[in-house]
DNA sequence: CGGTTGTATATACATGTGTATAATAAGCCG
DNA sequence: CGGCTTATTATACACATGTATATACAACCG
């Protein structure tokens, strides 16, 4: 059996850290977050999360594989751990495409511009996100399920704002925003695989198909209104 | 080096075989189709292909190891084949699910009917394509992609068909069928890991968002026709 | 200083893998 | 039969992996 002790607290949580109290024994050379980004290192567009071992990952960071067992469980909890920073990383940059979106930039085409960029810039966390969602543990899925729904909710709450503004309807925002972001990343990921120039292609394809679903929800919407 | 011998023309090939000349030395005791067999006995919902190992799906076979080489030059060769496979039996499914449609059970809801019917069995071939379209080798995704536009090919056409029976419009048949087939399978794609009792809201979340994609195609293509 | 505590490493082991090499087995032809 | 051809297996090797155990190291506390 392994340790995975506890303690562990120096500086490991990459966020907030209340007083603490000084730490006992030797100090740590390494923190949650220098695996997760050696991890990261590893990965790329030839090379998924499942595929990376301990020792591998260990290697990278300059530790000895057991010392890897202070930190994670195993590697799947570390590959939760990375989803995580993924998520709220690529959420950040979506969100601060949303708020320079205007009238005549909608929500929705600033963050796909922002989404696409991101994608062709190398940025790994899209990539993860991208094409670790259908493989690996139960607990991995959901995590990366997780950071979809934050995505969609996020979106919801956008559509319907921008509904109101604009005087639109829109008939069932939760779908809608859940059909736009599951959409734009299963689009994502067939894109990463083809080189830069076919790339624009698929970006004026999603943007063409988000239209129409837009088109739809608030003719659909419409529609229920004279309804009544 | 492996010999990985051609001649094994025995009876390989899983469909027609013209004349074919009297075999040589030794039979074949298993053929590529076996082995294919051996894998999808492997694979779950929580195995996937590219976790396989060569030996095991030899030992499943009941084979040495060498003895893959025979057939497939590797694991990777053997996942393609796989592919090809499910993508086929597939497409005859939803293909027999689509003629039984009728002007009052639309080409879109029959085929997501059927597939989730096939989700809802436990059916292997679907489990694949869904989940295993992001990760592995370069020619293993161009295999999936290849599959998922066959899907979006037939789709097309039936829209077409559809839109001209009905007299409705159709903006951009290929964005449509394209973003039907990828947002049905990301769906699935999570509704595969959900409990039976979840699927069916899913399903019902599907067909809405379907429905507002295909509102949308209609609407834009009056606007269309208006402008003119 | 010595004791205690948490961390990191070294060594080791069993297990699984891909595959090279060589030997064996089975079927046909002359 | 002997010879040829193809298929299959046995054995073996080098390598990587996860992890158990034990030991060394660094920092604090009294």
Chains 1, 2 share one sequence.
Do not use: C
Not at 75 to 97: C, N, P, T, V
Not at 183 to 189: H, I, N, R
């Amino acid at each position: 059996m392994q340790d995975h002790a506890k303690p562990l607290d120096s500086e490991s949580n990459g966020e907030q850290n209340p007083p603490q109290r000084a730490h006992q024994g030797r100090k740590a050379v390494i923190t949650r977050d220098d695996l997760i980004d050696a991890a990261l290192k590893l990965i790329g567009p030839h090379r998924s999360i499942s595929t990376l071992s301990l020792r591998e990952v260990a290697r990278e960071a300059g530790i000895a594989p057991n010392s890897f067992y202070r930190h994670f469980r195993d590697m799947d909890e570390l590959a939760i751990a990375l989803i995580d920073r993924a998520g709220r990383s690529l959420r950040k940059i979506i969100g601060e495409a949303r708020n320079r979106a205007s009238p005549e930039r909608s929500v929705v085409r600033s963050s796909v511009e922002a989404f696409m960029e991101q994608l062709n810039g190398d940025e790994r966390y899209l990539h993860i996100l991208l094409r670790e969602g259908t493989v690996g543990s139960d607990a991995f899925k959901q995590a990366v399920e997780r950071e979809l729904n934050f995505f969609e909710e996020e979106l919801r709450v956008d559509l319907i704002r921008l509904a109101e503004t604009n005087n639109t309807g829109i008939y069932e925002p939760a779908l809608v925003a859940k059909a736009i972001t599951r959409l734009v990343f299963a689009m994502g990921a067939t894109a990463m695989d083809l080189p830069l120039e076919k790339r624009a292609e698929i970006q004026e394809q999603m943007t063409t198909m988000l239209r129409m679903i837009v088109v739809g929800t608030q003719t659909m919407a419409q529609s229920d209104t004279i309804r009544l």
